[in-house]
């Protein structure tokens, strides 16, 4: 069986057991709350459809898989821009507790928030040209505690650090030789490949895919953190969203300038 749909910024395609989600929102994929909400839409339209692999990916050819949160729609009053219900937390989770394997489809430059969507997958195949950059930092977004974890759980402490505190693209092999990316292949071969990948998963037990990615989604969690270093660092987020640094580095994103920190 074989289905077309279009929601406003993805189509979603299934053929047989396996769905995919294409990411068409202009040249850049980003986040914004409209894009989310469609994104978290088809996943539910896959659940229903008990679809067994959805593959998650931009249009072929994409020089920008996404550019990561729409920053045109970042609070700028003071309110924290991740908390449990914004966008990004809420399309984080729709991935993770879906109950198919979901791949990350990967072709273009991946940014900022856009990287923890693709780590949330359950597999990442990347084109060889691939890159992924973590920019929290450039833009003066102070991340909250379970996306930074969501990085941790896929990549090493140093590497989360370096991805972080430079802010600079890191190439697909790279991400491979880590374990964060598991194949980086051609461009001309990443459809195929990652086509081939997903029917091998949908011969397998559907059932044991639900039960063991729950378990590895409870057992990654669990990190126990006390009340006051919650607290403490909730905190520490909120001088950062309530500085001139972070008004800083949204307004010099929109005048496509680079910022000017001062640390206050």
């Known amino acids: 069986m074989h289905s077309t749909r279009s929601l406003a910024t993805v189509v ?11 990411l068409q929102h202009g040249p850049v994929n980003a986040l914004s709350k409209q894009l989310i909400d469609d994104i978290c839409a088809a996943m539910e339209q896959m659940d229903s459809e008990a679809v067994q692999v959805v593959i998650l990916r931009a249009a072929p050819g994409a020089k920008v898989f996404s550019a990561g949160h729409d920053v045109r729609e970042l609070p700028t009053n003071g309110r924290d821009p991740l908390t449990y219900n914004d966008p990004l937390r809420q399309a984080v989770r729709t991935i993770e507790n879906h109950p198919a394997p979901v791949i990350a489809m990967v072709e273009g430059s991946v940014w900022g928030g856009a990287c923890e969507l693709v780590m949330s997958c359950d597999l990442v195949i990347a084109a060889k040209d691939a890159t992924f950059a973590l920019t929290p930092a450039k833009l003066g977004i102070p991340y909250n505690l379970s996306g930074t974890l969501n990085f941790l759980k896929v990549a090493g402490m140093h590497l989360v650090k370096e991805m972080v505190f430079a802010a600079q693209p890191v190439t697909a092999d790279r991400l491979a ?3 964060v990316v598991n194949h980086v292949v051609p461009r001309g ?3 195929p490949f990652t086509l081939a990948l997903a029917r091998r998963i949908a011969e397998t037990s559907p059932l044991v895919h639900r039960i063991v990615k729950e378990e590895l989604r409870v057992l990654g969690n669990a990190h126990p953190l006390n009340p006051e270093a919650y607290e403490r660092i909730q905190a520490l987020r909120r001088e950062v969203y309530d500085s001139n640094d972070y008004q800083e580095g949204i307004k010099a994103f929109l005048e496509k300038r680079k910022p000017v920190f001062r640390g206050k």
Do not use: K, V
């Open 189 to 191: 071969q990443l459809e």
């Open 177 to 179: 030789i880590s374990g």
């Open 12 to 22: 979603t395609t299934t053929d047989g057991s396996i769905g995919t989600i294409t």
